[in-house]
């Protein structure tokens, strides 16, 4: 069985404190971070014992996973296993880097965000380049809010041209069709984030091929469904596999949208889903778009 895991342990502690975030400066306490850890060695134990199964797996976890150990070494393991086709991490890449000399490059990928003023430009772009000597497959994304434009400009102009830079709409800030012009000249994909889905009533892969699970092992069919579907380690959950439509009025996050099939996201990331890498980088006009 091919099957695409969105996991999401206890951890909900941040090194940054963006003001949009709830989850900015927050801090786990030790015995919180020990759950989380034990959360993870045991769902990377899972995953090594199904053999039969081809895994991909994105770590999606509210706070930063990489600035603790056992998220890097769970990585590493995990992009070693022959059963697993992909395994990523959404991450502000904080943490070092030279971590991921121990990991396959062919199966390990990174979802990285830029967030203007809680990190030195250049040494974001510092890990970018340090990424890309590594030959590690990674996309790089920003929130768009009107005052990271340059910023955002600024990562174009600096990164490969085959680094593909996403950008997400901010939640509860609508833009104008000036500013989505020019988010849209940055991503040339930003339509697809821009407004929420209507997904209500159409059919979705979550909860056939694509499951959330959290450190629990509670299955649902994705992190914005609390319905559950069993759970991981009992195998209770895979007797609730099936195609089914999405039941809420609208999907807004793109590891959520970029399942539903009405949607033609599985071609346009085709081998990049997880990490947010398009097939084909979509070409950017040379001068960018400055909204009214």
């Known amino acids: 069985m091919d099957l695409t895991i969105l996991y999401r342990g206890p951890l909900a502690s941040c090194d940054y404190d963006c003001p949009y975030c709830p989850f900015a400066k927050r801090r786990d306490s030790r015995e919180q971070l020990r759950a989380d850890r034990a959360a993870l060695e045991r769902f990377t134990a899972w995953a090594a014992a199904q053999s039969d199964d081809r895994l991909s797996i994105l770590c999606t976890p509210w706070g930063e996973g990489l600035v603790r150990s056992w998220y890097r070494r769970a990585l590493v393991e995990l992009s070693h296993l022959p ?5 990523a ?19 390990l990928a990174l979802w990285c965000t830029y967030h203007p003023g ?8 510092a890990k970018c380049a340090d990424l ?3 030959g590690i497959r990674f996309s790089v994304g920003i929130v768009g809010f009107p005052d990271h434009l340059p910023a955002a400009h600024r990562l174009r102009a600096d990164l490969p041209a085959h680094i593909y830079l996403w950008v997400n709409a901010p939640e509860n800030h609508p833009l ?3 500013q989505a012009a020019a988010w849209t000249a940055v991503d040339p994909l930003f339509a697809y984030s821009r407004n929420p889905h209507s997904s209500s009533g159409i059919p979705c892969r979550t909860g056939e091929s694509v499951i959330s699970v959290d450190g629990s092992g509670t299955v649902r069919r994705c992190h914005f469904i609390p319905a559950e579907l069993g759970n991981l380690y009992d195998g209770s959950y895979r007797a609730a596999l099936r195609p089914r439509p999405c039941p809420a009025t609208s999907c807004d996050c793109h590891i959520g949208y970029v399942h539903l099939e009405s949607l033609p996201l599985y071609d346009v990331f085709a081998g990049g889903v997880l990490e947010r890498i398009p097939a084909t980088i979509p070409p950017t006009p040379p001068t960018a778009v400055s909204p009214a």
Do not use: E, H, K, M
Request: charged fraction near 35%; aromatic fraction near 8%; charge should be positive.
């Open 118 to 125: 809680q990190t030195p430009y250049d040494r974001f772009r």
């Open 176 to 178: 104008t069709d000036a």
């Open 89 to 107: 991490i959404q991450t502000n890449l904080s943490c070092r880097t030279d971590w991921l000399s121990d990991a396959d490059p062919d199966t």
């Open 83 to 87: 059963n697993v086709r992909r395994v």
């Open 132 to 134: 890309t000597r590594r």
